[in-house]
Nanobody, 126 residues
Framework: QVQLVESGGGLVQAGGSLRLSCAASGRTFTSYVMAWFRQAPGKEREFVAGISRSGISTYYADSVKGRFTISRDNAKNTVYLQMNSLKPEDTAVYYC???????????????????WGQGTQVTVSS
């Protein structure tokens, strides 16, 4: 099992930047494919970005490609989401997710991830 704790959310103006962090417990962090999802009010939770166990491979939703960067530090058991050029439509609760069974990072459905953090709010003002 793994426990995930997100941090780094907040209020930012459009065009600004934020970096989210997700700290994972346990000694097997490198066993997990990691991902970020987000959920805006009244909408379903959607995939944002995923990263392989080694950190070499990444995958992004079209809506954030070129603006967001996912990375991980396996020595610190932490995954990050650097968000640049933020837009009001990026406003959502952002969730970190993990799963040890996945064979690919191109997994965008919430049901395929076994472990979730509690979420961190990101609000982008216009």
């Amino acid at each position: 099992q793994v426990q995930l704790v997100e941090s780094g959310g907040g209020l930012v103006q459009a065009g600004g930047s934020l970096r989210l962090s997700c700290a994972a417990s346990g000694r097997t962090f490198t066993s997990y494919v990691m991902a970020w999802f987000r959920q805006a009010p009244g909408k379903e939770r959607e995939f944002v970005a995923g990263i392989s166990r080694s950190g070499i491979s990444t995958y992004y939703a079209d809506s954030v490609k070129g603006r967001f960067t996912i990375s991980r530090d396996n020595a610190k058991n932490t995954v990050y989401l650097q968000m640049n050029s933020l837009k009001p439509e990026d406003t959502a609760v952002y969730y970190c997710a993990a799963d040890s069974r996945l064979k690919t990072i191109m997994v965008v459905t919430t049901a395929d991830y076994a472990y979730w953090g509690q979420g961190t709010q990101v609000t982008v003002s216009s």
